[in-house]
């Protein structure tokens, strides 16, 4: 954090989106115009826009809203909520420190340089572009019972946007949000621990909410809120804030009550229940029609070998309509 508090400080004077001469810039941070300039390139070098313009200065393409931890705290004194603005990877840095955290710990960035999705792919992170969080939990019943978190956390994440009037997200099985069959958000739950003990849980959340249509090294359709809901979107901090009172209250009643309850509320947002598909395990494909999800969260296929269901291992589903 110590090398990029500069940058950071650039950041919230450019925040407002007006110009900014490099003299001032350097006045107000105590360095010189010369640095002001290496800076700039090295936060363009996160996937942040800034203009300069002779005569005028900088300025960002656009207003940016950096992340507040007093602000997602909200009223409570809640401590272990961290916001690192640039960091590897928020999942990593919680696995690295789940000995000395609480459940219910959460770690969320401006910035990933190595984020990753499931089966270690790169998960592309551009500043203050998206959400990156990630919550540690502590999973009594153990590792077992951590079979289907993925969809829960799912569940969660589309209802507290549906209350914050985001409608229209649909799930895709098992870890991603989807609007009109694109990608919007990704899930990634790791875990570890040893038989018969606790399960030590990384849940990470990776939301595109202002991504740019340029951007790179992305190989499948992707969306951002700001295509999703015409209308004003609830700022990144009330979005945060949302979504980690929904995980945590997810959680709780998931280790009460199991998947059960979970089901129907899958189903409603199934973005595949009644189309055809196509689930991919290893060399093997497997087509059918979705039925939804059972209480071990697999998903449910209509083949033609009749009724079958499939959990677990690395099994990828693709639309097949």
Known sequence: MKEHHTKIALLKH?????????????????????????HIKGIQEWGVDIYRVQGRGYQLAQQLELLDEDVI????????????PVIDSTNQYLLDNVNNLESGSVCLAEYQSRGRGRRGRQWVS???????????WR???????????????????????EELGINGIKLKWP?????????????????????????????????????????????????????VSPDPLPS?????????EALRSSLIDYEQNGMNEFVPRWNRLDNFLGRQVR?????????GEVLGID???????????????????????????
């Open 139 to 161: 999973l009594d019943a153990g590792m077992a019972a951590a079979m289907g978190l993925s969809l829960v956390v799912g569940v969660a994440v589309v209802e507290a946007l």
């Open 279 to 287: 689930l991919i395990i290893g060399p093997r494909e497997i087509e």
């Open 175 to 227: 870890n991603d949000l989807y609007f009109n069959d694109k990608k919007l958000a990704g899930i990634l739950v790791e875990m570890s621990g040893q038989a018969g003990g606790a399960a030590n849980l990384v849940i990470g959340m990776g939301l595109n909410i202002a991504m740019e249509s340029g951007t790179d090294n992305i190989d499948q359709p992707w969306t951002s809120l700001t295509q």
């Open 14 to 38: 450019l925040s407002d989106g007006e110009f900014h001469s490099g003299e001032a810039l350097g006045d107000k941070i105590g360095i010189s115009r010369a640095a002001i300039s290496k």
């Open 73 to 84: 705290k909200g009223a409570s004194d809640n401590s272990t909520i961290s916001v690192i």
């Open 126 to 136: 551009p500043f203050g572009s998206n959400l990156y969080l990630s919550m540690y």
């Open 295 to 321: 209480e071990q969260g697999a998903v449910v296929l209509k083949t033609e070998q009749g009724i079958q269901s499939f959990i677990g291992g690395e099994i990828s589903l693709r639309k097949n309509d």
């Open 236 to 244: 990144r901090n009330t979005l945060a804030k949302s979504l980690i």
